[in-house]
């Protein structure tokens, strides 16, 4: 017997509780249905200036909509950045590297990690050691 899927709410709920704890940081929660826009990603924010654009899925098995996936690439024509996301630990990795090619891992590290998990700064000094950047490969 295979264990029941988790609902997107869940995913979305432990997300966005995470995001929340970023200083200097705005993140909101969208919600869908009959007064919202069709296809616009589940969680938007802003990090340092930069805007950010989440669809979120229950699991890796999700896909988006044709309108969902029209959302995504106008977002990030306009430069945001965008992912599909389906756990919080992807939603770290591109924070991280966002960061790193930012060139601001010093100021993370004395401003933000105290309120962050420590996965958060692993894969942060993990890039830094690498010089490289690991951008999610899934693109919308």
Known sequence: MTAP????????????SKLK?????KWEKRHGGKFGKIGR???TGCLLGQRFEFEVKRD?????TPAQEKELRTWREAGA???LVWSWE????????????RGRYELFIN???PSLEKTLHK???DYSMEGELSLWKRKV
């Open 90 to 101: 992807q939603v770290a990795d591109i924070i991280a590297s966002f960061l790193v090619s």
């Open 21 to 25: 704890t970023i200083p200097e940081s």
């Open 5 to 16: 899927r988790k609902l997107e709410k869940s995913v979305v709920t432990n997300i966005m």
């Open 123 to 125: 894969k942060i000094f």
């Open 41 to 43: 990603p589940d969680i």
């Open 60 to 64: 890796e098995k999700g896909e988006t």
């Open 81 to 83: 950045i965008t992912a």
């Open 111 to 113: 401003k933000y990690l």
